[in-house]
């Protein structure tokens, strides 16, 4: 009913930027938070970065000053700014969407999405 696709992911330097884009289509009423998490080798799934409906913004420490979130909701569509990437930015980074489908609008009932994952590698 509902598709994520992501885009944007690869292999950069340290110090260089990447722009992820990750956008949902389908059977959709209503979209409330977008999010971006990350899961790195052997360790658990991470909150990068998500943005309310209204634009209210929530960074992991690590993130602060580097990555910017933000969502065109013409476009249902979230982006991650990443700048300044470090080598421990790597891992495969996944967009979630908290959304309300039109078969579950009579009843507001909320669930949350998932992408498909894309790498992103921090290396020289």
């Known amino acids: 009913q509902v598709q994520l696709v992501e885009s944007g992911g690869g292999l950069v330097q340290p110090g260089g930027s990447l722009r992820l884009s990750c956008a949902a289509s389908?059977?959709?009423?209503?979209?409330?938070?977008m999010g971006w998490y990350r899961q790195a080798p052997g360790k658990q799934r991470e909150l990068v970065a998500n943005i309310t409906s209204g634009g209210s913004t929530n960074y992991a420490d690590s993130v602060k000053g580097r990555f910017t979130i933000s969502r065109d909701n013409a476009k249902n569509t979230v982006y991650l700014q990443m700048n300044s990437l470090k080598p421990e930015d790597t891992a495969v980074y996944y967009c979630?969407?908290?959304?309300?489908?039109?078969?579950?609008?009579?009843?507001?009932?909320?669930?949350?999405?998932w992408g498909q994952g894309t790498q992103v590698t921090v290396s020289s």
């Open positions: 389908g059977s959709i009423f209503r979209i409330n938070n």
């Open positions: 979630n969407v908290n959304l309300v489908t039109i078969s579950s609008a009579w009843y507001g009932g909320a669930s949350d999405a």
